[in-house]
């Protein structure tokens, strides 16, 4: 792993809206588990599943000032 880049080696500004790191520690057939680092935030949370890592990713688009895309939904 000599030439891993980690989230803290990496201070630059991002041109994309949310910029995550995603560690998965037990990966099965029908899910993963593991860690979901936004790095504009400087937050790390544990996820359960694919449901709440998508979660997760999405309510951070949402929160994000700097949203590129319009996204689709249900009601267009």
Known sequence: MENAVFAEDKKQESPL??????????????????????????????FRSYMELLYLTQEALR???????????WEN
């Open 17 to 46: 809206p949310c910029t995550f790191v995603i560690k998965v520690k037990y990966a099965d057939r029908t899910t993963i588990q593991g860690y979901i680092q936004w790095i504009e935030q400087g937050k790390t949370v544990a």
């Open 63 to 73: 929160k994000s000032k700097n949203v590129l895309t319009n996204f689709r939904s």
